[in-house]
């Protein structure tokens, strides 16, 4: 039960015990004079008086709960709470950063192409290659390979005496200006086949397990401000049961004090209404001021500024026609299979499970597919270098294997591992949650469903006790307190029927929302 139901109960009980004074009316009678004569020595003039009609006993919280056009319901609380919730917002956010990691893991293993343009500025060298034979000045004569002068080890061509034909020294020209164009494409092969396949899945099993805590969480709210309205109309139903008897209070209070001015009845009989108005009043000022918290959390929810709400939805439950609770244990099991924080903390394992197969392949060498295209001024793959734009080209396999991280692999595979051996428990602890929240909302429930059945009941008595003692009083059968005691049993009776069938559809939500059906 909620603590506002508490409260407002609590309230009620509160300013029973305060009125219900247990004592002989005769006790503390004063008399009306300063007559020294007892009131039984006395004749009461009741035939010559008679007390005016009080107010209907009727449940005025009944009226106080009537639907009216345009009204607040429980729906509209809940999808209000929703459209303004900051939380579901946040949770958003999260999916959207988990689609980031997807995006990023398919962007990781398309083949990197790489472009790059450049331009140098050389430093000036010499490019001498000493001798070089370029041609010979006697096309007819004999040449052969000898030593460029007599006692050289340099071999030069050379003519029948000896003497070197067509022989002199020349350089290549320096170039130091260079631009150069280069694209390089390299698809990581071994990745393909052995990593692309489970990155992808713990990115996705991520983002999936963001999405389903989003849903868990809307639903949450949902319930919780489905019950804060409920919660809400508990303290609408107690200012109106409390109004309704301080009305019946104060008319009773004045003719006791009519009645007290002619002798028929006593001084006590008076001071014990005057302390019931008190209480009352009391009473109203609380359950006015648990109406404005619950308004204020109801405007909080909704996530807009507090006001004055009307009731635009009809609570009354037939006592005949509550439903049945079900089987627990099939209950459970439902709940097993439904609650989606149950699945969002198992798509998270999923997904700890694919990252941590990712790391391990780290362990192994790695095989990529390379291709580079040239186009540069000079090319420095054409000998000898011109000042003009060449393209070359080349292509192939790379095997490397990193033993860095091969370590580092394992052991970031073993911190994987490690969260979701944690994350494994905590599925376990919530499981145990989950059977505990729904056995306490199914006891709650069926306690309801008595509740109703019973209240209306008491409901029904309390109100043919209060008119009996009513007429009785009129008639100078009854006393003060014989009333009091009946306003007081009527009171509360009027608040648990009420709280019965708002407990209800409290205790329907809570169940519905510890199984996991969608409200």
């Not at 603590?3 to 008399?31: D, M, R």
């Not at 030069?156 to 020294?169: F, K, L, M, T």
């Not at 393909?192 to 868990?216: D, V």
């Not at 291709?371 to 054409?382: C, E, K, L, W």
């Amino acid at each position: 039960m909620s603590s506002l139901a508490k409260l407002s109960i609590g309230t009620a009980v509160a300013v029973t015990l305060f009125i219900n004074v247990k004592g002989s009316a005769q006790t503390l009678a004063e008399p009306p004079s300063a007559s020294a004569e007892s009131p039984s020595d006395k004749e009461q003039p009741q035939s010559g008086f008679e007390l005016r009609e009080l107010p209907e006993s009727q449940l005025d919280s009944v009226q106080a709960l009537e639907p009216k056009p345009g009204g607040l319901t429980a729906d509209e609380v809940a999808a209000k709470a929703v459209k303004s919730s900051p939380t579901l917002r946040a949770r958003q956010a999260e999916i959207d950063a988990a689609q980031a990691k997807v995006d990023d893991a398919v962007a990781r293993f398309l083949p990197r192409l790489t472009l790059k343009a450049s331009y140098q500025r050389l430093s000036e060298v010499s490019s001498e290659l000493g001798g070089a034979i370029v041609g010979s000045s006697e096309p007819s004569a004999t040449i052969r390979i000898g030593p460029c002068s007599p006692g050289s080890t340099e071999q030069c061509a050379v003519n029948e005496s000896g003497i070197p034909i067509g022989a002199q020294e020349f350089e290549f020209p320096s170039l130091v200006n260079t631009y150069a164009l280069n694209a390089s494409l390299s698809l990581p092969l071994s990745d393909y086949l052995l990593r692309l396949s489970k990155s992808i899945a713990a990115t996705q099993e991520n983002r999936r397990a963001a999405e389903l805590q989003k849903e868990a969480v809307l639903r949450k709210i949902e319930s919780d401000a489905r019950i804060a309205y409920y919660n809400w109309l508990k303290t609408l139903a107690g200012c109106a049961v409390a109004q309704a008897s301080l009305e019946r209070f104060n008319a009773l209070l004045a003719d006791a004090r009519t009645a007290y001015d002619v002798g028929s009845t006593t001084k006590a009989d008076v001071l014990r209404l005057e302390a019931a108005v008190a209480g009352t009043q009391y009473a109203i000022i609380e359950t006015e001021t648990l109406r404005s918290v619950a308004e204020e959390q109801l405007a909080v929810f909704m996530g807009e500024p507090v006001k004055r709400y009307q009731v635009g939805e009809a609570v009354a439950v037939d006592a005949a026609g509550v439903e049945a609770t079900g089987e627990l244990k099939a209950l459970i099991a439902d709940a097993f299979r439904q609650r989606l924080e149950l699945e969002a903390l198992k798509a998270g394992g999923e997904s700890l499970r694919e990252g941590s197969g990712a790391l391990a392949i780290g362990r192994w060498p790695r095989l990529d597919a390379f291709g580079d295209v040239t186009y540069a001024n000079p090319n420095q793959r054409i000998f000898p270098q011109e000042e003009e734009w060449n393209a070359t080209w080349a292509v192939g396999l790379s095997l490397s294997w990193n033993i860095n991280d091969a370590f580092s692999g394992s052991a970031q595979s073993a911190e994987i591992d490690a969260l979701r051996a944690k994350l494994e428990a905590n599925l376990e602890e919530l499981e145990r949650g989950i059977k505990l929240e729904v056995t306490s909302a199914y006891m709650f429930l069926k306690k309801a469903r008595v509740a109703v059945e019973t209240s209306s009941r008491s409901s029904a008595a309390a109100k043919e006790a209060y008119r009996v003692a009513s007429d009785l009083y009129r008639v100078g059968r009854a006393t003060t307190t014989d009333l009091i005691s009946a306003e007081s049993e009527l009171v509360a009776a009027s608040i648990k029927e009420i709280n019965a069938a708002l407990d209800y559809h409290v205790a329907k939500i809570m169940l519905a929302h510890a199984v996991g059906k969608k409200l």
